[in-house]
């Protein structure tokens, strides 16, 4: 398997795997594919990286800017990450993460944030920092992963594509 950065023969795939990650997952308002289009419209994707073994795309990952409240810059989104159904917890998804995360570190971030499940991305050092608040969710489901300190505070907002429905 090769992670690699996404290219124009991979949007497709791109969205037969999110669409195909997300179908079954109660709490999804299943429009993760239309978000990823709205960021690549948008030219907002900062990073995006495929896994593809044997010529065949397993699993994407997203990252694009948000912005903070207090003026801080340099700090992204992670997501969405998609990985096929069939080859899901075999560490396809960890190592997306992880080289997008050190591209992120490379790119000069100085840090990441997301809306997801603390007792999967706790393994990348994500932890809900109360002085940030990401407003219309629970914040035990806000996790951010600082690559500097200080931790700014305030709120967050995602881009406008993240409200895409089609």
Not at 103 to 128: E, H, I, M, S
């Amino acid at each position: 398997m090769i992670i690699r950065k996404e290219t124009a023969a991979d949007i497709a795939a791109i969205e037969e795997v999110t669409i195909a990650a997300f179908q079954t997952l109660a709490i999804s308002q299943h429009t993760e594919q239309f978000v990823i289009q709205a960021l690549r419209q948008a030219r907002v994707l900062a990073v995006s990286l495929v896994a593809e073994f044997g010529g065949r795309v397993l699993g994407h990952v997203a990252f694009s800017p948000i912005t903070l409240s207090d003026g801080s810059p340099h700090w992204y989104s992670l997501g969405p990450i998609s990985v096929w159904p069939e080859y899901q917890r075999q560490g396809i998804g960890k190592s997306l993460v992880h080289e997008g995360l050190c591209t992120l570190k490379a790119l000069g971030a100085r840090g990441c944030a997301l809306v997801g499940d603390p007792n999967y991305y706790q393994r990348f050092g994500f932890r809900n920092q109360p002085q940030l608040v990401y407003e219309g969710i629970p914040q035990a489901y806000f996790l951010v992963l600082p690559f500097v300190e200080p931790v700014p505070q305030g709120t967050v907002v995602f881009h406008e594509g993240f409200a895409a429905r089609a």
